[in-house]
Nanobody, 120 residues
């Protein structure tokens, strides 16, 4: 089992920055990659950024240049730095971990989410 707990969300003014954290516990060795997703009101959850165990990083085109994903070397914490925040960034952000549970079989685990509200 892997447990994820996000923190760092809140209310911030447009143009500001925010750093989200995701504390990881449990069977960390089973984690193949981790990511941040966001969900706008009334919309589907969408991938923001992902980082693999090997350190490969991908970003959604819409966030390149403003969002930075990182992790500590032990997979204890995943981070998302968000700069130049815009009101349209207002969303609930979720941390996810892709666990390798058997050969070529993965299970995605989710945190409970943390809300980010950007005021204009």
């Amino acid at each position: 089992q892997v447990q994820l707990e996000e923190s760092g969300g809140g209310l911030v003014q447009a143009g500001g920055s925010l750093s989200l954290s995701c504390a990881v516990s449990g069977n960390i060795f089973s984690i193949d990659s981790m990511g941040w997703y966001r969900q706008f009101p009334g919309k589907e959850r969408e991938l923001v950024a992902r980082i693999t165990r090997g350190g490969d990083i991908t970003y959604a085109d819409s966030v390149k240049g403003r969002f930075t994903i990182s992790r500590d070397s032990a997979w204890n914490t995943l981070y998302l730095q968000i700069d130049s925040l815009k009101p349209e960034d207002t969303a609930v952000f979720y941390c996810s971990a892709m666990r390798l549970i058997s050969r070529n079989k993965y299970l995605e685990v989710w945190g409970q989410g943390t809300g980010v509200t950007v005021s204009s």
